[in-house]
């Protein structure tokens, strides 16, 4: 069975840019959660959705939102790229919101 | 006081040893607890679920006490291979997970 997939793998963009991020949950999964990781810290809640709805929200700018599709994938947006958003971006999928979830290999973006 | 707090690292320890790794978190209503593991530049992947009862797999064993709101990871006969960053992760039941910094484990030979 197919794991959490997410694309593209790296991405390097400049500031003021916009970037989308897409992740495929595990099949029957219909929880997705996004996370921002930067070097020596553990991974930072930004979104979970569920059945299609946003369920939870971290301390993230408005700069960051996302959206889940009808098959349950997800895209995490951010505008106006900042050098500080440079990080590995994390999606996990779980059953549901409290279940445990499992990540994808994630998307490293660096922003010049 | 950060959510989740783990133990500073990095441990270094001979293979063989046990290790333990403590976790204290903020959020009284937290509902779901685990601890995953990640090697460098890779993702985290789930150790095992945390359990009011304790639960054990192997040479791993967790622990959960609400009351004091502390979790526990035990690894007995440290292997070279559980060399990695050990993450306590904890759910809350308003749809937000946070993961501790993490603490890094070296074993050595």
């Known amino acids: 069975d197919a794991g959490v997939t997410q694309s593209p793998t790296h991405l390097i963009k400049t500031r003021g840019q916009h970037v989308t991020l897409r992740c495929s949950p595990i099949s029957g999964h219909k929880s997705v959660s996004w996370y921002q990781q930067v070097l020596g810290q553990g991974p930072q809640f930004i979104f979970q959705?569920?059945?299609?709805?946003?369920?939870g929200r971290g301390n993230f700018p408005d700069r960051f939102s996302a959206r889940q599709f009808p098959n349950y994938s997800s895209e995490l947006n951010v505008n106006a790229l900042l050098l500080g958003d440079s990080a590995l971006y994390l999606c996990?999928?779980?059953?549901?919101?409290?279940?445990?979830?499992?990540f994808g290999p994630g998307t490293r973006l660096t922003v010049t | 006081r950060k959510e989740v707090e783990q133990d500073p690292g990095p441990f270094n320890v001979p293979e063989g040893a046990t290790v333990a790794f403590n976790c204290t978190y903020s959020n009284s209503a937290s509902q779901s607890f685990f601890w995953y593991r990640q090697d460098c530049r890779k993702e985290p992947k789930l150790l095992m679920s945390v359990y009011s009862s304790g639960n054990e797999d192997g040479r791993f064993t967790a622990q959960l006490n609400r009351a004091s709101q502390y979790i526990s990871l035990l690894i007995r006969d440290s292997k070279l291979s559980d060399s990695a960053t050990y993450l306590c992760v904890v759910s809350t039941g308003g749809f937000k997970t946070i993961f501790g910094a993490g603490t890094r484990l070296f074993v050595k030979a």
């Open positions: 959705y569920y059945e299609k709805e946003e369920r």
């Open positions: 996990a999928s779980s059953l549901g919101p409290v279940n445990e979830q499992y």
